[in-house]
């Protein structure tokens, strides 16, 4: 209790945007396109698959660039569907990396979307043809020795399964670096949407609560984020949940190709995962949040602030632990009560973009 205690004072008198070389604002000048490596378990829960819609918009708006996608489910419809996904946003070509075992396998939304037919009898969100995924690790190496020097933000928001594998790889052909140091040279930041950070025992994400991300692989989870050379910012379960999808918005505004994709795909998600519910269901943004978070400048949108540098560590179980360290390179998204309806407003005007 005292620990609790503590953690909510500090976190109440402690609140600090980031001084110069803010994590937020990863870029170099004004100009610059943020080089984007998605990380993510979709399949089981809806919001990754608008998450990367955002990656999407934003890079045809300039913002980013996306090198490639990194899966960590198993499921075989995982890799169709975000290629899928992909190539309804223009972008076909993008690299898909697949395991062939991960932590979990489930598809409450993908082999449903991608069964849906046109008039004619074919795919109305055709998988491009000839697409073959890649071995995750691989394409994360081969990405990253591509990359100029601290120009990749990775976005992890899903299982830390590959990306901390990544850490123990050897040199190879690709590069004779190891994985660590490939990151060390070429990653800038890491978001990860994972953690409970919130100090309140009554809140629904009290920080004793293990959540999904973390739980469902430990070991990889505190290895990444003890060996993680690079800053980390995390965007914790609380975070998420504070902002919710808006179902008029999803019933009324997704009409175009593309927002119908991402439409559809909850309704079907929400056949499975709230019955009762379909389109009315206010889903919370967990990943949506993480991703939107780094890839809009902070100054003058004001969506979120950061805390001050934390060493944050997780148990046996998951659970998540944090205290101030202002040597640390690990943080957290602090999100205002102020600001929930500027972030779901800005989640609606890129998601149902047609």
């Given at each position: 209790?005292?620990?609790?205690?503590?953690?909510?004072?500090?976190?109440?008198?402690?609140?600090?945007?980031?001084?110069?070389?803010?994590?937020?604002?990863?870029?170099?000048?004004?100009?610059d396109v943020i080089n984007v490596i998605f990380d993510t378990d979709i399949g089981g829960d809806i919001d990754d698959a608008f998450a990367l819609a955002v990656i999407h918009r934003l890079?045809?708006?300039?913002?980013?660039?996306?090198?490639?996608?990194?899966?960590?489910?198993?499921?075989?419809?995982?890799?169709?569907?975000?290629?899928?996904?992909?190539?309804?946003?223009?972008?076909?070509?993008?690299?898909?990396?697949?395991?062939?075992?991960?932590?979990?396998?489930?598809?409450?939304?993908?082999?449903?979307?991608?069964?849906?037919?046109?008039?004619?009898?074919?795919?109305?969100?055709?998988v491009p043809e000839g697409f073959t995924p890649e071995e995750p690790i691989a394409l994360l190496r081969r990405l990253l020795a591509n990359a100029p020097d601290r120009s990749v933000v990775m976005i992890q928001v899903g299982f830390s399964t590959n990306l901390a594998a990544l850490l123990d790889s050897p040199g190879d052909?690709?590069?004779?670096?190891?994985?660590?140091?490939?990151?060390?040279?070429?990653?800038?930041?890491?978001?990860?949407?994972?953690?409970?950070?919130?100090?309140?025992?009554?809140?629904?994400?009290?920080?004793?609560?293990?959540?999904?991300?973390?739980?469902?692989?430990?070991?990889?989870?505190?290895?990444?984020?003890?060996?993680?050379?690079?800053?980390?910012?995390?965007?914790?379960?609380?975070?998420?949940?504070?902002?919710?999808?808006?179902?008029?918005?999803?019933?009324?505004?997704?009409?175009?190709?593309?927002?119908?994709?991402?439409?559809?795909?909850?309704?079907?998600?929400?056949?499975?995962?709230?019955?009762?519910?379909?389109?009315?269901?206010?889903?919370?943004?967990?990943?949506?949040?993480?991703?939107?978070?780094?890839?809009?400048?902070?100054?003058?949108?004001?969506?979120?602030?950061?805390?001050?540098?934390?060493?944050?560590?997780?148990?046996?179980?998951?659970?998540?632990?944090?205290?101030?360290?202002?040597?640390?390179?690990?943080?957290?998204?602090?999100?205002?009560?102020?600001?929930?309806?500027?972030?779901?407003?800005?989640?609606?005007?890129?998601?149902?973009?047609?």
């Amino acid at each position: 209790m005292k620990q609790t205690l503590f953690l909510f004072v500090f976190l109440l008198t402690s609140f600090a945007y980031a001084a110069e070389g803010d994590l937020l604002d990863v870029r170099d000048s004004q100009d610059d396109v943020i080089n984007v490596i998605f990380d993510t378990d979709i399949g089981g829960d809806i919001d990754d698959a608008f998450a990367l819609a955002v990656i999407h918009r934003l890079a045809d708006q300039g913002v980013c660039n996306l090198l490639g996608v990194t899966l960590t489910n198993e499921n075989p419809n995982v890799a169709p569907f975000v290629a899928a996904e992909n190539a309804l946003y223009g972008r076909p070509n993008i690299p898909v990396g697949a395991p062939e075992h991960a932590a979990r396998n489930t598809d409450r939304y993908l082999s449903a979307t991608l069964a849906q037919k046109i008039a004619d009898g074919s795919p109305e969100f055709p998988v491009p043809e000839g697409f073959t995924p890649e071995e995750p690790i691989a394409l994360l190496r081969r990405l990253l020795a591509n990359a100029p020097d601290r120009s990749v933000v990775m976005i992890q928001v899903g299982f830390s399964t590959n990306l901390a594998a990544l850490l123990d790889s050897p040199g190879d052909d690709v590069s004779p670096l190891t994985g660590k140091e490939l990151v060390a040279q070429k990653v800038r930041l890491l978001s990860i949407m994972g953690g409970s950070f919130a100090p309140d025992p009554s809140a629904k994400y009290y920080v004793e609560l293990a959540e999904w991300n973390i739980k469902n692989d430990v070991p990889a989870a505190r290895k990444l984020v003890d060996e993680q050379p690079t800053e980390i910012v995390f965007s914790g379960a609380e975070v998420g949940d504070a902002v919710r999808m808006s179902p008029t918005n999803l019933k009324r505004d997704y009409r175009g190709p593309k927002a119908k994709f991402l439409r559809d795909a909850f309704a079907h998600w929400a056949s499975v995962a709230a019955p009762n519910e379909g389109l009315n269901h206010r889903r919370p943004t967990w990943d949506i949040t993480s991703v939107l978070f780094v890839l809009r400048p902070e100054e003058g949108r004001e969506y979120y602030r950061l805390s001050e540098p934390l060493d944050v560590t997780f148990d046996d179980k998951g659970v998540t632990q944090f205290a101030p360290n202002p040597e640390s390179k690990r943080r957290i998204f602090l999100l205002d009560d102020d600001a929930k309806i500027r972030v779901s407003e800005a989640i609606v005007n890129i998601c149902s973009e047609p």
